[in-house]
């Protein structure tokens, strides 16, 4: 755009142009490389740069996770580089993003390894963790059944002898809500348990680690509240148990408004302090600010 001064006009064409730039390099025959040497007879206006994006990939092996278990892996990491300048304000916001895709190794992939009783106990552990826990939704989808069958029976006891029928809380009774959560976590266990199975055995051509993570830590974390059904048992620990749950609507409305009042420091903070820091550009960055503040 051009700017006139004395008469506070100016011309602005507001169409961004875009620009491709392929870069191929050879680092055996051509040395290092140097962006230099590529954009040398090119010129870059800054003052009407909006964005520029760096792509490229990086092959490697990784030597981490080997051991007496694994052997090494061959990944694609598919990297881009972000140069964020559409605010113009003279800080220019810098963005990595690495999505690794998991390779077939190719070529002298020889790797000496004898602890093939290791590998076959750890894929034992990884199905006897799914049949258990098949098992263990079985058992408990046939009590929660068998619980309905005996709230239709008792319903159509109480119809026919006292002429009314049982009451909503009544029938809420039928149904455990810890047999719900048990299994819950038997689906989510058995599917990253399989996840984790695939994995080893190098079934996927990408990493499912993160998926298979979620899983597995959502179940394992529902199989240690589950833990709280069998301190119930114990009298000094069932007082407490039958507080939290006595409780639990007033704690969820507790929450509800502190959520509300959270929400409001947090858009607070993302109009009035965004323009200024680089923390309140965004309401994430300005909700893990100020969820940092709190604790």
């Known amino acids: 755009g051009t700017i006139v001064s004395f008469n506070e006009s100016y011309v602005f064409d507001s169409e961004i142009e875009e620009k491709c730039y392929n870069i191929t390099h050879n680092v055996y025959t051509e040395g290092l490389f140097a962006s230099e040497t590529y954009f040398k007879d090119i010129e870059f206006k800054f003052s009407a740069l909006v964005h520029v994006n760096l ?22 990491f598919d990297i881009e580089i972000k140069f964020d300048n559409k605010d113009h304000d003279g800080q220019m916001l810098l963005s990595l993003d690495a999505e690794p895709v998991r390779l077939k190794c190719k070529g002298d992939t020889h790797y000496v390894r004898d602890n093939e009783l290791d590998l076959f106990l750890r894929s034992l552990l990884n199905f006897l963790v799914i049949l258990i826990c098949t098992l263990s939704f079985t058992l408990c989808s046939r009590a929660i059944w068998r619980a309905q069958q005996l709230k239709t029976i008792t319903n159509n006891f109480f119809k026919l002898t006292y002429h009314r029928e049982l009451s909503h809380n009544d029938k809420l009774e039928f149904l455990n809500m810890w047999y719900i959560m048990i299994i819950i976590n038997d689906i989510l266990i058995i599917v990253g348990s399989a996840i984790k199975e695939q994995i080893e055995r190098k079934t996927f051509t990408s990493n499912q680690w993160n ?85």
Not at 57 to 75: E, F, H, Q, R, W
Not at 240 to 266: D, E, H, M, Q, S
Request: aromatic letters at 16%.
């Open 211 to 295: 998926v298979g993570s979620v899983f597995l830590g959502t179940g394992n974390m529902l199989v240690w509240f589950g833990v709280l059904r069998y301190l119930g048992f114990f009298k000094t620990y069932n007082v407490v148990i039958l507080t939290l749950k006595k409780a639990a609507p007033k704690v969820a409305r507790f929450l509800l408004c502190a959520l509300l009042i959270y929400a409001g420091f947090t858009f607070c903070g993302w109009l009035v302090l965004g323009p200024y820091h680089m923390k309140f550009r965004s309401l994430a960055t300005t909700s893990e600010c100020l969820f940092s503040l709190v604790n």
């Open 55 to 76: 792509k490229f990939s990086v092959k490697t092996v990784n030597l981490k996770a080997a051991g007496p278990i694994t052997s090494p892996d061959c990944y694609r």
